[in-house]
C-alpha cells in the first residue's frame, strides 16, 4: 500500500456499509481531486438517538463540506465490535486516502474503552512509506472533536495531539473543538471566549486551508535517509559545523 498523493485504494465490497459519504469521493478505488476528510465518531455508546459528539463532528464537517470538502464518516464502534483485519485494514487506508482526519468523542480521563486509543495504536503499528519511511499520517491535518469536563478536555487532547504528530500529522492552530459536556460552550486551551459553533468554523477553515497547503506542498522529508546518515555521525558533524 502506497502512502502519498496519489494513492490507491480498492474498498472492499464486505465493509462499504459502515462508511457513510456525502459524495461519490471514492470511485473506481481512485480519490478525486477535491480534499477529502476522514471523521470518525469514537463513542461506544450504542444509542440511536445523536449524541453531543455526533452533533459537534457534524458542526465541523458541514463546513468542510461548504469549503469543497468531501467527507466521510464512520461509528468507529461498528469497526470494534467486529473487530476483523478487514474492518481495521478499510479503516486505516480511509485514513491514508483522506487529507483531514477528525476525530470525536467523549472526554473521560482513564476511560479503558477508548476507542480512538485504539485507533491511534492501529496506526502506530501500521506500516512506513516504503520510499520516505515517513508514519501514514505525514501530509494530513487532523482535528479532535471532544466533549466533557473542561479539565479531562485539556488532558484528553493533550495526551492525544502528541501521538497524533508523533503519526505526522500536522495539526493547525484552532483546529480542534473542546466543548463542554452539553456541546454548547467551547472550553478550548486559551482564555478566549467562544460558543462552540464559532470553534467549529474557525477549526474547519483552518482544517481546509492546511489541507489544500500540504497537497500542493508534501513534506519532503525521507526520514529513513536521515536516520541512515545519523547513525554514521553526519548529523553529529553538521552540528559541530555550525557551531564552528
Not at 487529507?99 to 485504539?118: E, M, N, Q, T, W
Not at 545519523?230 to 564552528?244: E, K, T, V, W, Y
Amino acid at each position: 500500500m502506497a502512502f502519498g498523493n496519489g494513492r490507491r485504494y480498492k474498498f472492499p465490497d464486505s465493509t462499504k456499509s459502515h462508511f457513510q459519504c456525502n459524495t461519490k469521493a471514492f470511485v473506481s478505488g481512485t480519490l478525486r481531486s477535491m480534499p477529502c476528510a476522514a471523521a470518525f465518531n469514537c463513542t461506544s455508546s450504542s444509542n440511536s438517538a445523536p449524541s453531543v459528539v455526533d452533533r459537534l463532528i457534524g458542526s465541523v464537517t458541514t463546513v468542510l463540506t461548504g469549503l469543497r470538502i468531501n467527507v466521510s464518516l464512520t461509528g468507529l464502534r461498528n469497526v470494534i465490535l467486529n473487530d476483523t483485519d478487514d474492518e481495521w485494514d478499510t479503516v486505516l487506508s480511509r485514513i491514508i486516502d483522506s487529507d483531514i482526519i477528525v476525530l470525536g468523542g467523549r472526554a473521560s480521563v482513564g476511560h479503558p474503552d477508548d476507542l480512538c486509543l485504539r485507533l491511534l495504536d492501529r496506526l502506530e503499528a501500521a506500516p512506513l512509506d516504503e520510499d520516505t519511511k515517513q508514519p501514514p499520517l505525514y501530509g494530513k491535518v487532523a482535528c479532535l472533536v471532544l466533549a466533557g469536563p473542561e479539565a479531562d478536555c485539556r488532558a484528553v487532547y493533550s495526551s492525544k495531539v502528541i501521538r497524533l504528530t508523533h503519526l505526522g500529522a500536522t495539526i493547525p492552530p484552532d483546529s480542534s473543538l473542546l466543548a463542554d459536556s452539553e456541546g454548547e460552550r467551547h472550553v478550548g486551551l486559551s482564555s478566549i471566549e467562544r460558543d462552540a459553533q464559532t470553534a467549529a468554523m474557525f477549526a474547519a477553515h483552518n482544517l481546509a486551508w492546511f489541507c489544500r497547503l500540504l497537497r500542493d506542498n508534501p513534506v519532503p522529508t525521507n526520514l529513513g535517509m536521515l536516520a541512515e546518515q545519523a547513525r554514521h555521525g553526519s548529523a553529529l558533524a553538521f552540528a559541530d559545523a555550525i557551531r564552528d
